[in-house]
C-alpha cells in the first residue's frame, strides 16, 4: 500500500516571503500522480498543483511550483511570495494510475499547517 | 457551475443513534467519492461510485457504514450505529471520469459529525 509522510506539521513564513513545505511517499508503482491541496479553515478541499510521475519537468502554476524527485520519492510545494490568502493546511496526495487495482482514490498526508505572518 | 453540495454542515449526535449525510455532485460528473476526515489527519477514501455502481468500497466499515448513489447522482452516506470513533468530518468529491490521469477530484464542503 502506498503512503504519504509530512514531516513537517506546522510552518510558519513571513508575507511576500518564499517557503517549502516537504512530502515524501512510499509506493512500489512507476506510474502515478501527485498533488497537493489547500484546505482553509471552511473546510473545502482546493486543488493547488498536481505532477505526473512520467513527467520529468515540474509543474508549475503562478506562485507556486513543486520539486518532484521520483527517485528520492520527494514532492515539495514551494509558495514564493506568501500572502495573508495562502495560510491554510497544506497536504500532499498520491494517485495510482492502476485505475483497476485501487480505483482513483487519493491518499493523503497528516497535512502541514502554514500560518502567513503579516 | 456550481460546486458539490453537502448536507447538513454540522451533525451532533449521541452513540448508538443513527445519521445520514447527503451529497449532490458537480453536474455531469461520473465519479462520487466519500472521505473520512478524522481531526489532526489526512481524507481517508471510504467508497468510491462510478455512475450508480460501486468502485471501491474497502475501507468502508461496512458494518456501520453504507452508501447509496441512485439514479448515478446524489448520494448518501449512512452510520448506523454511531460510535464515538465516528467523529469527523466527511468529505464529499466528485469528478468528471475516473481513468484519465488529469482528472481532478472537486470537494465540498463537508460535513462535521461529533458523536457524543
Known amino acids: 500500500a502506498q503512503t504519504v509522510t509530512q514531516s513537517q506539521p506546522e510552518m510558519s513564513v513571513q508575507e511576500a516571503e518564499t517557503v517549502t513545505l516537504s512530502c515524501t511517499y512510499d509506493?512500489?508503482?512507476?506510474?502515478?500522480?501527485l498533488f497537493w491541496y489547500k484546505q482553509p479553515p471552511s473546510r473545502q478541499m482546493i486543488l493547488v498543483i498536481r505532477?505526473?510521475?512520467?513527467?520529468?519537468q515540474n509543474a508549475t502554476e503562478n506562485r507556486f511550483s513543486v520539486n518532484f524527485q521520483k527517485a528520492a520519492k520527494s514532492f515539495s510545494l514551494k509558495i514564493s511570495d506568501s500572502q495573508l490568502g495562502d495560510a491554510a493546511m497544506y497536504f500532499c496526495a498520491y494517485r495510482s494510475a492502476g485505475f483497476e487495482t485501487s480505483g482513483s482514490r487519493l491518499t493523503f498526508g497528516e497535512g502541514t499547517q502554514l500560518t502567513v505572518n503579516p | 457551475e456550481a460546486g458539490v453540495a453537502q448536507s447538513p454542515r454540522y451533525k451532533i449526535i449521541e452513540k448508538r443513534q443513527s445519521v445520514a449525510f447527503w451529497c449532490n455532485p458537480i453536474?455531469?460528473?461520473?465519479?462520487l467519492y466519500w472521505y473520512q476526515q478524522i481531526l489532526g489527519q489526512g481524507p481517508k477514501l471510504l467508497i468510491q461510485f462510478q455512475n450508480n455502481g460501486v468502485v471501491d468500497d474497502s475501507q468502508l466499515p461496512k458494518d456501520r457504514f453504507s452508501a447509496e448513489r441512485l439514479k448515478g447522482v446524489d448520494s448518501t452516506l449512512k452510520i448506523q450505529p454511531a460510535k464515538l470513533e465516528d467523529s469527523a468530518v466527511y468529505l464529499c468529491?466528485?469528478?468528471?471520469?475516473?481513468?484519465?490521469?488529469?482528472?481532478?477530484?472537486?470537494f465540498g464542503p463537508g460535513t462535521r459529525l461529533t458523536v457524543l
Open positions: 505532477q505526473e510521475a512520467y513527467k520529468q
Open positions: 509506493t512500489s508503482e512507476s506510474d502515478y500522480y
Open positions: 468529491a466528485s469528478s468528471l471520469i475516473a481513468r484519465g490521469g488529469t482528472d481532478t477530484q472537486y
Open positions: 453536474s455531469g460528473h461520473a465519479t
